[in-house]
């Protein structure tokens, strides 16, 4: 594993490649960070593929942006075409989780000449700023003011049953302690969610690469309906389309599992490792 770091747009961002082959990038969700797309999981890495993965501006490893402002979907789709100039990438398969499906989406359409394949994992809205602002501002006064435990707290109680509850909390702490600068991820959340990704749905009727959309039946897990990634399977021309079986632990958080379909993904659609061609 190689780590490194990117400078450009008032921000440094703190990644890892590991792994030869076919470029693999991977973008990760609001308030996550790097480790949370394929959870650890070494698979395409062993199948042949070149993973390259970073933490978003504010998040994780990597430094604030200059401005609470700063945190716009334009501003994460140059971040990540920044990352891929300096690792010397001209086309990668660009593998999205939540936040980092609509910027993969904004970079497709944007930049089709960068993006090999795309994958969107549980897409969490069409492209649309917010409807709820408060619901963000709340969560992120939690996190800015409380830390992990003032996250938690915004975030309420979704009406799940308690042992299901205790759970969500336990993940949301981990996932929030793993953050350098959590008044910047508390920043992010207020400046991303306000902003458009790319131009509504009917936008991603002009993806033209070959795209895979995972889904989430997960019941535990209401900012990804299922329905949103069913539209995107939809609207994205030939776009193909995986979710779990009903009460099947969610995909999206198997990280063999999931990394297996992107593999079985990448190989139908002629994207192969050199050493299996």
């Known amino acids: 594993m190689t ?19 076919p470029a693999v990038l991977l973008l990760h969700g609001l308030s996550a960070t790097r480790r949370y797309v394929l959870h650890g999981s070494t698979a395409l890495e062993r199948e042949g ?23 716009r979907y334009d501003q994460l789709a140059a971040d990540a075409l920044r990352v891929m100039d300096a690792r010397g990438v001209q086309r990668a398969a660009v593998v999205g989780m939540s936040m980092g499906s609509a910027v993969a989406a904004a970079i497709a359409l944007d930049h089709p000449d960068r993006v090999e394949a795309l994958v969107a994992i549980t897409p969490a809205h ?9 619901r963000w501002d709340r969560l992120a006064a939690g996190l800015a003011d409380g830390g992990a435990d003032g996250f938690v707290q915004a975030y309420g109680d979704p009406g799940v049953p308690a042992k299901s509850l205790d759970l969500i909390r336990t993940v949301m ?57 069913e539209r995107w399977a939809e609207l994205i021309p030939g776009a193909r389309f995986v979710v779990e079986d009903d009460g099947a632990s969610p995909l999206a958080w ?10 079985e993904f990448l190989a139908a659609t002629s994207r192969l490792p050199p050493a299996t061609r």
């Open 3 to 21: 780590m490194f770091t990117v400078d450009g747009g008032g921000v440094t961002l703190h990644g890892e490649e590991s792994g030869t082959g």
């Open 49 to 71: 593929y070149r993973v390259i993965a970073y933490d978003s501006r504010g998040h994780g490893d990597s430094s604030p942006a200059p401005s609470p402002a700063d945190y």
């Open 126 to 134: 069409l492209g649309t700023p917010t409807r709820d602002p408060a």
């Open 173 to 229: 702490r981990q996932r929030m302690s793993r953050h350098a600068h959590p008044a910047a991820v508390a920043d992010a959340l207020r400046a991303t969610t306000a902003g458009a990704a790319f131009r509504g749905e009917d936008a991603l009727r002009g993806i033209r690469c070959p795209a895979l959309v995972v889904g989430s039946r997960d019941r535990l897990d209401p900012e990804h309906p299922l329905w949103i990634a």
């Open 254 to 263: 198997r990280g063999g599992s999931l990394s297996r379909e992107i593999g």
